[in-house]
């Protein structure tokens, strides 16, 4: 097996990098933690020529919050640092349970929550919270800036909507209003480290007792993580029931498009996304009764 | 590509001239000769080249020996003192904790890791923080009873 050598740079600018990978084009891959790209490597599913690391960027793991405006993760900010945090533990429970909970205590001092979602696996444990509590990335390019939904960053299994040369800096979740909660659920086959077989994160803001605001994602069930809209429209403005919460679940299982593979068969992903679901939103629902 | 590394293991600094492409985990056994630290999986699921990097636990087998640069490493040949082992070391080795070896180094740095952050965690800790060392003689019990009398031993 002969593995492909490549050249690393490691520049300590984000202008640099972006230069770096305009000028080095084809099999050139940007690197954080490196915990999947070498992993990739190794599988010989890519063939890196260059990797342009960007852990000597300064301030790329930085993770700060501000109140009234949100928390920003750096793209270098690592998994175990995000999971330890103690603002985001405090503020946002749900985004920390999902770093601590992605694979071991090895990787996540060596891998980051944005190279996670940039790996762009449907499994990604990341994925789900970010999204259902409305997240964007911050990105930066050949053009400049922009910001970019997550929600329309994942275009397939291992496929994003970034443009040649660009890069995530961060990624950005919103302040959570009062009255809102957010959960994270997952499941695989051993037990917490390997990829999950099925997981789903929902946010949802109370108004009263009835449901007011309301994203349901799941992941590893399709070719993305996919959102529920359908079951979001059960929940909303309906004050939760258990039964309601069952129905949301089966409905979600309808939602979802799992396929068979190494972590699980279609048929328990699909009951397992109706547990899953139904879950999470009981949780996220008395998180939301308890954030008043 | 070639390039100069300037990296310290084990306490001593080195000025090495490395290929961009290689692992840690490559440098440490076969640049530095330093076999302590196991070849498993290479692919960051087994733990058995486990090394301490800047105070944390690592997979040398996927960190890159130039992300490397300027880092602190510590592998298993820096745990013994004057030849004395580790208490963490003689744990395992009065637990029984050690079956064919191969997972012991990497079980032990990750225990050396586990201790450094936690030096009172619980079984369940214990068992969540050791996720990602894999024994295959399947000596789990053992290794759990090697850390926690680590853990009631005090001394560190």
């Known amino acids: ?292 | 590509m070639k390039r100069e590394l300037n990296i310290t293991i084990n306490g001593q600094p080195y000025n090495l001239f490395v290929s961009t492409h290689r692992t840690l985990l490559e440098v440490i056994r076969d640049d530095l000769d330093l076999t302590g630290t196991k070849v498993g999986c290479e692919m960051g699921e087994c733990g058995a080249c486990t090394v301490i990097m800047d105070g944390r636990t690592v997979n040398s087998c996927l960190v890159l020996a130039h992300e490397a640069e300027g880092c602190e490493v510590q592998t298993i040949e820096d745990l013994t003192e004057d030849g004395k082992l580790h208490p963490i070391q003689e744990s395992f080795v009065e637990h029984g904790a050690i079956q064919c070896g191969f997972c012991t180094s990497g079980m032990i740095m990750s225990t050396k890791g586990l201790l450094e952050k936690n030096p009172n965690p619980g079984e369940d800790e214990i068992r969540s923080e050791m996720r990602g060392n894999l024994c295959r003689c399947t000596g789990y019990v053992k290794i759990v009873e090697a850390i926690e009398a680590v853990r009631d031993g005090g001394d560190k």
Do not use: W
């Open chain 1, 1 to 292: 097996m002969t593995l492909s050598r490549f050249d690393l740079f490691s520049p300590e600018r984000l202008d640099e990098a972006v230069a770096l990978l305009k000028e080095k084009g084809k099999d050139t891959f940007v690197m954080a933690g490196g915990t999947d790209l070498l992993i990739k490597r190794r599988h010989q599913v890519i063939h890196p020529r260059t990797i342009v690391s960007l852990k000597k960027i300064s301030g790329l793991n930085r993770i700060s919050f501000r109140s009234g405006k949100g928390l920003t993760i750096g793209a270098t900010a690592l998994l175990g640092d995000v999971a330890r945090h103690r603002t985001v533990l405090r503020i946002y429970p749900a985004i920390a349970k999902a770093a601590g909970n992605t694979a071991n205590v090895q990787i996540r001092n060596m891998g980051t929550v944005v190279g996670n979602l940039c790996n762009a696996s449907p499994a990604a444990d990341n994925a789900p919270a970010l999204l259902a509590m409305n997240a964007a990335l911050n990105i930066v390019g050949p053009q400049g800036k922009r910001v970019l939904p997550l929600e329309d960053f994942f275009l397939g299994p291992g496929f994003t909507a970034l443009q040649p040369a660009e890069i995530v800096t961060s990624v950005f979740v919103p302040m959570p209003l009062s009255g809102s909660g957010a959960t994270y659920l997952h499941l695989s086959a051993r037990g917490r480290i390997d990829c999950s077989a099925a997981s789903t994160g929902v946010a949802l803001t109370l108004k009263g007792p009835r449901i007011d605001k309301l994203r349901i994602f799941i992941g590893a069930c399709g070719p993305t993580p996919l959102r529920m809209p359908k079951t979001e429209k059960i929940l909303i403005n309906q004050k939760l029931t258990k039964t309601l919460a069952v129905r949301a679940g089966l409905q979600a299982s309808k939602e979802s498009k799992p396929i068979s593979d190494v972590r699980a068969n279609e048929d328990y992903r699909s009951k397992m996304v109706a547990v899953l679901v139904r879950r999470a939103i009981l949780e996220a629902n008395k998180l939301a009764r308890d954030n008043k």
